[in-house]
């Protein structure tokens, strides 16, 4: 068992299972299952080139699975099968669902390969959320 050093704060890691729509500041280790790009396009609108890329990768840990959405440069980083960690990750709702996404306040580090085995059968961007608005009386 490694002591951990007094003075240095460990961020709390956050279980995909325990991630809710409207919330922010999470940091997750999670396994790439699989990615897809969904939009590739050059914007020759500055002084160079701008590629926009965008991957719709699934990701998890062994308390289920998300969609994360994944901008530029952080594509090149969700390979399948990698293991990564997502600091100040935040949760974006698209058409009812949950996607997780980082920002520029957060960031996606390649890591060493998580011993746990994804539970694949919890999508939590499979449940649907109804956007229910309350009307203050």
Known sequence: ?????????KP??????Q????????TLTVKVVSTKMVLQKGRADGPQVRQMR???????DETGLIIFTARNDQVDLMKEG???????AKIDMFKGSMR???DKWGRVEVTEP???TVKE?????LIEYELVNVVEE
Do not use: Y
């Open 100 to 102: 997780l996404a980082v």
């Open 114 to 116: 998580a011993d746990f």
């Open 12 to 17: 709390t890691f956050t279980k995909v299972d």
């Open 121 to 125: 059968d919890n999508n939590l961007s």
């Open 19 to 26: 991630l809710r729509p409207g919330t922010s500041g999470h």
């Open 82 to 88: 990698s293991t990564v960690i997502l600091r100040n």
């Open 54 to 60: 965008i991957a719709e990768c699934l990701v998890g």
């Open 1 to 9: 068992m490694a002591e951990s050093k007094p003075g240095l704060r």
